[in-house]
């Protein structure tokens, strides 16, 4: 598309140059040669875009699903002192709220991450093919983009995971509550349970509103480099057009078009990496339980004792 885009304004301006490079008809040739070819990069983009969809959904469900089996068998197989050690309702906030999460950062936002993987590489070697100098000078705006993610996201990790873990326990005194309906009404602790999930609610809050401002500085400092790359980029790509170093202007808006789209896109990278973290945080959950060793299991059948095997009785 970018390629396109800055053949159509170098058209352009061969054609209202004085005297023009082109002919009338020339021009509405290449004109309808470029709209075929723009048409067919959005049927095709269209296509593949619901394909990574849809696959990736199906993934994420199918995947979600059968954690949530093997989480469940590993849960049985617990001892009954690792069974009381967990909060009331633990078991049942992790099957439900964060195996959405989990699916949510498999299914959808995963898919999200790798396509503007593909855009950043596919845009760079773009860029270096038409002018490797005036990409070499505009994408040093990444460096700037690179260090405030590195600096600013693991912050958004930590906080996130305090989150994840609070909303669990305002999550198992809920599940507690409803469980024991009657139990609370009749002995009067109503204001009790809900002093307890007030504290954890309030506790998830305030930890969000001290990752709010990290976020909202990540997305200022994205964007001050997205307006900086298209400033650098018309001014050095103005000087080598003057210089003689490039032919015309639409090698200037190819570059200018593929590492603004760079930058996009480590933009959108951010928020699916949230997401990811998320599901990171989601997974940890699962694995701790999983790997606790499965406590061994007997019955009787008659006078035989069964055994799983690898245990001693």
């Known amino acids: 598309m970018n390629v396109i885009f800055g053949q159509l304004v170098s058209q352009f301006t061969g054609y209202f140059s004085v005297p023009p490079t082109t002919s009338r008809s020339e021009f509405e040739a290449l004109l309808d040669k470029q709209a075929l070819y723009i048409m067919a990069l959005f049927i095709g983009r269209l296509t593949l875009t619901y394909i990574n969809k849809f696959c990736f959904r199906m993934i994420g469900i199918r995947l979600s699903s059968a954690i949530r089996l093997h989480y469940i068998e590993s849960l049985f197989g617990q001892s009954i002192h690792v069974l009381d050690s967990m909060p009331p309702g633990a078991a049942a906030g992790t099957i439900t709220t964060t195996a959405n999460v989990l699916q949510l950062g498999l299914s959808e936002k995963l898919g999200t991450f790798m396509e503007y993987n593909g855009t950043i590489f596919t845009a760079i070697i773009v860029a270096f093919t038409w002018s490797w100098e005036l990409t070499l000078v505009t994408s040093s705006v990444l460096l700037f983009l690179i260090f405030v993610l590195g600096v600013i996201l693991p912050f958004l990790i930590k906080g996130q995971s305090a989150i994840t873990k609070s909303e669990a326990r305002a999550t198992a005194v809920a599940s507690e509550a409803f469980s024991s309906i009657r139990m609370l009404s009749a002995c009067g602790a109503e204001e009790?349970?809900?002093?307890?999930?007030?504290?954890?609610?309030?506790?998830?809050?305030?930890?969000?509103?001290?990752?709010?401002?990290?976020?909202?500085?990540?997305?200022?400092?994205?964007?001050?480099?997205?307006?900086?790359?298209?400033?650098?980029?018309?001014?050095?790509?103005?000087?080598?057009?003057?210089?003689?170093?490039?032919?015309?202007?639409?090698?200037?808006?190819?570059?200018?078009?593929?590492?603004?789209?760079?930058?996009?896109?480590?933009?959108?990278?951010?928020t699916p990496l949230v997401a990811v973290t998320k599901a990171m945080v989601a997974a940890c959950e699962f694995f701790h339980r999983h790997r606790r060793a499965q406590a061994p299991y007997r019955h009787f059948e008659g006078a035989r004792c069964l055994r799983r095997p690898g245990h001693r009785l």
């Open 192 to 270: 009790r349970i809900t002093s307890r999930y007030d504290r954890w609610v309030d506790d998830a809050r305030r930890k969000g509103q001290a990752t709010a401002p990290l976020f909202a500085t990540q997305l200022g400092l994205i964007f001050f480099g997205i307006m900086g790359a298209f400033g650098l980029a018309f001014w050095h790509g103005t000087t080598m057009r003057l210089n003689g170093s490039i032919d015309d202007a639409g090698v200037i808006i190819i570059v200018i078009m593929s590492v603004i789209m760079v930058v996009i896109s480590l933009e959108r990278i951010a």
